[in-house]
T-cell receptor, first 114, second 111 residues
């Protein structure tokens, strides 16, 4: 009965490859997010979707493309992976995009690019 | 610029001692403030949040935080540390529809 789940948990790949990370939430929330946590543990928002519509798109290389097939899923596709993409990627969801809404985080996907 | 500052990247306390983790933020509008905890190899879990109302907020696991507008602070405290409190703690502020995190503070609890 995991609230926010991500697959895979670990991902090791070569530079130049294309990979996807999947996220699903069973909380009935309308808004989902992707965060990147770098090697210094600094967390930064990448994207946010509300009702399948993109509402936050930070300064992220266009090699990163989020896709939301429905409200319960937000997947992250990364093209032409680079060494600097190595990080932990967290998916999160909230009831809405309101300022007081609590965000619930998934367990993270540790991406290692060799 | 929107920013969240956590003073001290590492804090070490003895078991049973007071825990104090500091957080200051920059905001020109009423802030919405959060503390999250991250245990090793896990996702972030909400400890507590301040939106409006009482400035002293109680959270899970005996933690609490006080919003002080005059000091633009939202420090996290716990009267008596337990070994299970060892984790990394993140302060976050909602700016518009974005949650901006501090750099985190690793709490070590010594027996």
């Amino acid at each position: 009965d995991t609230a926010v789940s991500q697959t895979p948990k670990y991902l090791v790949t070569q530079m130049g490859n294309d990979k996807s990370i999947k996220c699903e939430q069973n909380l009935g929330h309308d808004t989902m997010y992707w965060y990147k946590q770098d090697s210094k543990k600094f967390l930064k928002i990448m994207f946010s979707y509300n009702n399948k519509e993109l509402i936050i798109n930070e300064t992220v290389p266009n090699r990163f493309s989020p896709k939301s097939p429905d409200k319960a899923h937000l997947n992250l596709h990364i093209n032409s992976l680079e060494l600097g993409d190595s990080a932990v990627y967290f998916c999160a969801s909230s009831q809405d995009a309101g300022v007081t809404d609590t965000q619930y985080f998934g367990p993270g996907t540790r991406l290692t690019v060799l | 610029a929107q920013s969240v500052t956590q003073l001290g990247s590492h804090v070490s306390v003895s078991e049973g001692a007071l825990v104090l983790l500091r957080c200051n933020y920059s905001s020109s509008v009423p802030p919405y403030l959060f503390w999250y905890v991250q245990y090793p190899n896990q996702g972030l879990q909400l400890l507590l949040k301040y939106t409006t109302g009482a400035t002293l907020v109680k959270g899970i696991n005996g933690f609490e935080a006080e919003f002080k507008k005059s000091e633009t602070s939202f420090h996290l405290t716990k009267p008596s540390a337990h070994m299970s409190d060892a984790a990394e703690y993140f302060c976050a502020v909602k700016y518009g529809n974005k949650l901006v995190f501090g750099a985190g503070t690793i709490l070590r609890v010594k027996s």
